[in-house]
């Protein structure tokens, strides 16, 4: 079949959906052979559309004013089939459910945005206490989960299993600052350091970097991994990047892992780091919106787009200060 000039042009007043495939790439041989120039090349057959999914990092702690909802608008221009979310996606340690369920609607009319699945990975903040808990069960169930999508594994794990509550001071501190960020954020801004060395908030970190995944987590990942030998790729997601503390109960799920091709993304430092292990990508996101924590490359408000092809995972690291509009503009006032 050869599609002449006339024929494309014919299609393309009518409306017609028109691909470039195997008889488009012949007239172009023709044409070529013919002496005359082809306005496209390499012309292949179009398939249907591969995986592609957006990971988003860290929102909180002290999310900075405007930054997440201005990343669901620049990531609903990527047209992902989902967003998956690294979690901290609300900030943490309130103590009564009125305060924590007002955090979930606002983020929810951000994540609304999207157009499109957001799926989340629980963080300390999103799990920080029983109330916390609570609440996720109520909207998510169980705080680890897998899924299988166009051959590709996705296991969601769980770094808050259990929960690893604050001292009641220790949280009422972190909250004050939380409602200043939100009124006077450049006070704020002046007044982070002195927080950082409060000794209920210094205290406190020890807990916040701990990771918890529980036996039943553990053998309920190994088993999910059995069961699922046939995907393509395996994408692994935890808030908190258990690979870096050598946790016993993750190096578990990575042995489960073995030789089979995976991805590993975390978030939880607000500091990107990639390393390889064993062959293996490890992402550790850094933030969506969430508080600089130390000066560096690391240091950036970013998300990560993935395409699976038939080779394997395309990354595509997009700074949100660099992902613009028609009109060249990110819309974003208080990024890194």
């Not at 691909?19 to 012949?26: D, E, I, T």
């Not at 306005?39 to 398939?47: D, F, H, K, V």
């Not at 393509?232 to 892992?257: C, G, N, Y």
């Amino acid at each position: 079949m050869t599609i002449t000039r006339h024929d494309v042009l014919r299609m393309m007043l009518a409306g017609t959906a028109f691909f470039p495939g195997a008889a488009f790439a012949q007239s172009a041989a023709s044409e070529t052979a013919n002496g005359m120039l082809a306005p496209w090349s390499g012309a292949t057959e179009i398939g249907p559309k591969p995986l592609t999914f957006t990971v988003v990092g860290d929102n909180t702690a002290l999310a900075r004013p405007g930054v997440f909802d201005q990343t669901m608008t620049q990531v609903s221009w990527l047209q992902p089939d989902f967003v998956m979310s690294i979690g901290d996606v609300i900030e943490g340690y309130a103590e009564d459910a009125e305060t924590v369920a007002r955090r979930w609607m606002e983020a929810e009319q951000s994540i609304a945005k999207l157009g499109c699945p957001f799926l989340v990975c629980g963080g300390n903040h999103d799990l920080s206490n029983p109330v916390y808990a609570e609440a996720w069960t109520q909207r998510f169930g169980r705080p680890w989960r897998s899924f299988e999508y166009k051959n590709a594994l996705f296991l969601i794990l769980c770094t808050e299993d259990p929960v690893i509550p604050l001292t009641s001071k220790a949280s009422a501190t972190f909250n004050a600052m939380v409602d200043l960020v939100a009124t006077d954020f450049d006070r704020a801004q002046q007044e982070l350091g002195a927080f950082l060395a409060l000794p209920e908030i210094v205290a406190s970190r020890d807990l916040t970097n701990q990771v918890n995944i529980s036996d039943e987590q553990v053998g309920w990942a190994v088993d999910t991994l059995a069961q699922n030998r046939d995907a393509q790729w395996t994408f692994v997601f935890l808030h908190k990047p258990a690979w870096k503390s050598e946790d016993r109960q993750f190096m578990k799920i990575q042995a489960a892992l073995g030789d089979r091709p995976h991805t590993v993304f975390g978030g939880h430092t607000h500091y990107a780091t990639h390393e390889v292990i064993a062959g293996r990508d490890y992402v550790n996101l850094g933030t969506s919106g969430g508080i600089r924590t130390r000066p560096g490359p690391g240091n950036l408000d970013h998300v990560i787009n993935v395409t699976l092809t038939t080779k394997g995972p395309v990354y595509a690291n997009l700074r949100l200060t660099g992902l613009l509009d028609l009109a060249g503009q990110s819309g974003q006032t208080l990024a890194y």
